[in-house]
């Protein structure tokens, strides 16, 4: 198993897009993004298992959306009416196998990225 890889972050405006990427070297049951901003915990933020059922923090849903395309080994979360409060590093996660109750979990997880940081201004 490979290190997935994080790509898409940036700095946007609130109300603004960005679309994050995760290679990953196989198709996981469970992938997922997870974000971390200065001094709080990480927090699940989305997660697909079986390629169709997803999963979102309260705090996200109706703004993000978790998808997955498995030709190209690619996990994405697009985030659109960003807000400051989703300023953190976010982090793409995979397992081999999933642990149900524990999908939005950190303890979940077996693979992680190096992160990408997103950055929303008011």
């Known amino acids: 198993q490979v290190q997935p890889v994080e790509s898409g972050g940036g700095s946007v405006q609130a109300g603004g897009s960005l679309k994050l990427s995760c290679v990953r070297s196989?198709?996981?049951?469970?992938m997922a993004w997870f974000r971390q901003a200065p001094g709080k915990e990480r927090e699940g933020v989305a997660a697909?298992?079986?390629?169709?059922?997803?999963y979102y923090n309260a705090s996200v849903k109706g703004r993000f959306t978790i998808s997955q395309d498995n030709a190209k080994n690619t996990l994405y979360l697009q985030m659109n009416s960003l807000k400051p409060d989703d300023t953190a590093t976010y982090y793409c996660?995979?397992?081999?196998?999933?642990?149900?109750?524990?999908?939005?979990?950190?303890?979940?997880?077996?693979?992680w990225g190096q992160g990408t940081q997103v950055t929303v201004s008011s």
């Open positions: 996660a995979t397992t081999p196998v999933c642990r149900w109750g524990f999908v939005l979990q950190p303890s979940g997880y077996s693979y």
């Open positions: 196989d198709n996981s049951a469970c």
């Open positions: 697909i298992s079986g390629g169709y059922s997803t």
